[in-house]
């Protein structure tokens, strides 16, 4: 077995007397699709800020393609691969969907101490950008200010603000979220044309959606990883119904 | 830069109209109103750097009026060591103020709200009362220069129209400045990490180093002002970094239209013709009460505030935008 792209070695997070992410380990595999299951206040949102450095840890190392990255500020562990997309959507709501996107690729092309050139006649931010918002369906919408977007739409730009810097591991939190079926599926045919091509850590809680998509599974019970496996094996591991699942999906 | 078509915009045209009768001041007018117009256009330098970490960067600085001082006394403590070399005092007003402006900035940065506001405003009462206790300089009473910077015979800022022509080119210099700055990518980084600092970080800027280098260029372009300002009135005192005048360096930005360009400029004329023309409108009503003037200014700003969120610049933009049925 080939060195996993992310590995999570005893990662701990405490608020207070909470512990959100207790003693956890797991790894991402390289062009896996990863999902990360789990009920409400599992920590899953906790463990993606973690991996950001957005949450510092209490305990516990973050391996990445090699290298620690536990202590590292967030802007080094973006230039080496990692992104992530938000559960509850931030996008910069008085830019336009395409000055988002820029944004995003901008963050790639070193640093931004740069005073003279306008930076919105740049092709080298403005072309690339418009690639990602038409795969995402949004290059009619490139000149719409974030804020005027629909629901769905602020949450593909998110996929696409999370997409633009191209990066080797992809963090997505609940992608789907607060979306209607028809936006959900199409959401879902978007990261099914991303199956195989990236590596994502995909937290999501539509079981559907993550049958179709993962390749592994991982549930989190109150910060701990109960079970890792093909999705086959989750579906028939009895802890995991008993904690997770529910009669439903157990039968199904 | 500017294309014709741009001049259906009244707001163009109104800034254009400005900017022309303004060059032509000194030819028409008299020596108050020269002496007005420079002070308002210094006024205005001060307010465009502001405006860059205000208006652009969301960091409500109120102590910005340390640096007018900071540069105020460069220019006045090297003339009163009979260093009078402009190309010297400027600089050297720039830089003291940058450096300062860079220690407030690293010190205040990881603040937000009201906690920012604070600080900035705690450093700026420091450097006042540091003037109070200059002794060797005039402490509170301030100094007088008796020299104006000297540019090698170039410039004769004595000469008032030479002086306001001097202080116009500048503007117009950090005008364009602050045009390019913004529409930058450091200006975009700046603009976002205003709008979604959360989300900028996640997208692998560190905003603090980039709002910390803006803080720092608008602590300079106010220095700069500050040299113009002592120039202006031959004299230095704590009074000019007192914290009203902070006050009103805010006051100025969001009466012209917070991250706007042409904001400041607006801003400041509405500020200092109101107060020239409220002043003596109260004493005549209630003669020795003009310095009240502000009793009538307040509620004036509440207005703006209620009914013209932009500041005078979205008034313009909205008699620019066609009319509705
Ligand atoms: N900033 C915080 N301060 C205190 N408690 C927090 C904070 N963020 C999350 N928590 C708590 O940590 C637990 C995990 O939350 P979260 O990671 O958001 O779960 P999930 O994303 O799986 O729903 C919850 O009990 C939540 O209340
Ligand atoms: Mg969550």
Redesign the pocket.
């Known amino acids: 077995m080939a060195e996993p792209l992310l590995a999570i070695d005893g990662l701990v997070k405490r608020?207070?007397g909470?512990i959100?992410t207790d003693n956890l380990s797991l790894d991402v595999r390289t062009g896996e699709i990863h999902a990360l299951i789990?009920p409400?206040?599992?920590?899953?949102?906790?463990?993606v800020a973690q991996l950001m450095g957005q949450l510092p840890s209490d305990a516990g190392r973050i391996v990445f393609d090699g290298n620690d990255i536990t202590r590292l500020p967030t802007h080094r562990r973006v230039g080496a691969g990692l992104a992530r997309s938000f559960?509850i959507t931030s996008v910069l709501r008085d830019f336009t969907a395409l000055d988002n996107v820029a944004l995003a690729v901008q963050a790639h092309q070193g640093h931004s101490f740069r005073f003279w050139r306008p930076a919105r006649h740049d092709s080298a931010l403005r072309d690339p950008a418009l690639v990602i918002l038409e795969q995402l369906g949004l290059g009619a919408r490139a000149d719409t200010l974030a804020a005027n977007l629909s629901y769905g739409e602020q949450r593909q730009l998110e996929i696409a603000m999370a997409l633009a810097g191209d990066p080797r591991l992809l963090l997505l939190d609940e992608p789907m979220a607060g979306m209607g079926p028809d936006e959900s599926a199409r959401m879902v045919a978007f990261l099914q044309r991303l199956k195989g091509k990236r590596t994502i850590l995909l937290?999501e809680h539509d079981m559907d959606a993550v049958f179709a998509l993962a390749d592994r599974i991982t549930v989190?019970v109150y910060?701990r990883a109960i079970a890792t496996g093909a999705p086959a094996e989750i579906r028939a591991n009895p802890e995991v119904r008993k904690a997770y699942l529910g009669e439903e999906h157990a039968d199904a | 830069m500017l294309d014709v078509n741009a001049l259906r915009n009244p707001r163009v045209m109104i800034t254009l109209l400005l900017l022309i009768a303004a060059v032509l001041v000194p030819f028409f007018a008299g020596n108050f109103l020269v002496s007005f117009g420079s002070r308002i256009i210094i006024w205005t330098i001060a307010a465009i750097s502001l405006n860059v970490i205000l208006g652009y960067g969301g960091m409500v600085s109120f102590g910005h009026a340390a640096y007018l001082g900071i540069g105020g006394y460069a220019v006045g403590i090297m003339a009163h060591h009979g260093i009078n070399s402009g190309f010297l005092q400027w600089p050297v007003a720039m830089l003291a103020s940058a450096l300062w402006a860079l220690a407030v900035g690293a010190l205040s940065m990881r603040t937000r709200g009201v906690y920012f506001i604070m600080i900035t405003l705690a450093f700026a009462q420091l450097i006042y009362f540091v003037g109070v206790g200059l002794e060797a300089y005039g402490g509170d009473d301030g100094l007088t220069i008796y020299k104006r910077s000297e540019f090698a015979g170039i410039l004769s800022l004595k000469n008032r129209a030479t002086f306001y022509w001097t202080c116009f080119v500048l503007m117009l210099g950090v005008f364009y400045l602050c045009h390019r700055l913004v529409q930058s990518r450091f200006g975009m980084v700046l603009q976002g990490s205003k709008s979604n600092d959360l989300r900028m970080r996640a997208l692998g800027f560190p905003t603090t180093r980039y709002r910390l280098t803006a803080f720092t260029l608008a602590g300079a372009m106010c220095g700069l002002a500050g040299a113009l300002l002592a120039n202006q009135t031959d004299f230095i005192s704590p009074a000019m970094m007192h914290w009203t005048a902070s006050g009103d360096l805010i006051v100025i930005v969001v009466l012209g239209g917070m991250g706007t360009l042409f904001g400041p400029l607006y801003g400041a004329i509405a500020f200092f013709v109101l107060e020239e023309s409220l002043k003596p409108l109260i004493d005549w009503v209630r003669p020795g009460w003009g310095d009240y003037w502000r009793l009538l200014f307040g509620p004036l700003l509440v207005m703006v505030a209620l009914y013209a969120r932009g500041g005078l610049d979205s008034l313009f933009e909205r008699a620019a935008r066609p009319r509705h049925g």
């Open positions: 608020f207070g909470l959100a789990g409400n206040g599992a920590g899953k949102t906790t463990l559960q937290i989190l910060g």
